[in-house]
């Protein structure tokens, strides 16, 4: 089945510092999305990307879709303490014409040292 | 503001009880999808709907789980009976079919003893 390599699991930052993750797949999608989720909370949408090569910023987060169509990633410039949560991304095929589903990676926990 | 609503927010039951769980997706949506997160499995994909029909629910425990949407304006997810291993995270999302942008509900926070 289809699945999502997301790395690194944790990561323990700076304030200030600069943040990378990434997501790769076995398999070709149409759709790579960023999420983060704030405890008690449901996924928050950050970034949408739609073609590969597409490169997309949100204020400080910056995301690529790969030119292969097998990976993402996203960068976060000059973390702050609000960036502490778990971001995921999700890949989206479309097979036999129906919408795909939307396949989670298993998370990135991201903590900042104040 | 749209957004997806999720009842109950929280939910302690009894193993071998009925489990409703109910989502209101945002207005407009054509796409509702069911999923459950645990800290072992993370999100996993139970069941989606596109114009409320039922496209997959391969994810899904045929033997307890069952999943429908009434109306347009609700998605609900059944377990019944539930075990201990339904303790989970369930989230309800929808979407437009011709974007892959899901928008989350906040949760049923679901423990079964």
């Known amino acids: 089945g289809q699945q999502l390599n997301q790395s690194p699991q944790s990561m323990f930052i700076q304030e200030g510092e600069d943040v990378s993750m990434n997501c790769t797949s076995s398999?070709?999608?149409?759709?790579w999305l960023w999420y983060k989720q704030d405890p008690g909370e449901g996924p928050v949408l950050l970034i949408a990307?739609?073609?590969?090569?597409e490169l997309t910023s949100n204020g400080r987060l910056t995301a690529q879709f790969g030119i292969t169509r097998k990976d993402s990633f996203l960068n976060i410039s000059a973390s702050i303490p609000s960036d502490v949560g778990i971001y995921f991304c999700?890949?989206?095929?479309?097979?036999?014409?129906?919408?795909?589903?939307?396949?989670f990676g298993k998370g990135t926990k991201l903590s900042v040292k104040p | 503001d749209a957004r997806v609503t999720q009842t109950p927010r929280h939910k302690v039951t009894e193993m071998g009880q009925e489990v409703t769980m109910r989502c209101q997706p945002i207005?407009?949506?054509?796409?509702v999808f069911w999923y459950r997160q645990t800290m072992m499995q993370g999100l996993e994909l139970l069941a989606y709907?596109?114009?409320?029909?039922?496209?997959?629910d391969s994810g899904m425990p045929k033997d307890r789980f069952s999943a429908e949407m009434p109306d347009a304006t609700l998605a609900t997810l059944k377990i019944q009976p539930s075990e201990p291993r339904d303790s989970a995270v369930y989230f309800c999302?929808?979407?437009?079919?011709?974007?892959?942008?899901?928008?989350f509900g906040e949760g049923s926070r679901l423990t079964v003893l």
């Open positions: 999302a929808s979407g437009l079919r011709q974007h892959g942008e899901l928008f």
């Open positions: 398999s070709i999608f149409n759709t």
């Open positions: 990307l739609y073609k590969a090569g």
């Open positions: 999700a890949g989206q095929g479309d097979y036999g014409g129906s919408q795909g589903n939307l396949i």
């Open positions: 207005l407009g949506h054509n796409t």
């Open positions: 709907f596109r114009n409320r029909a039922p496209l997959d």
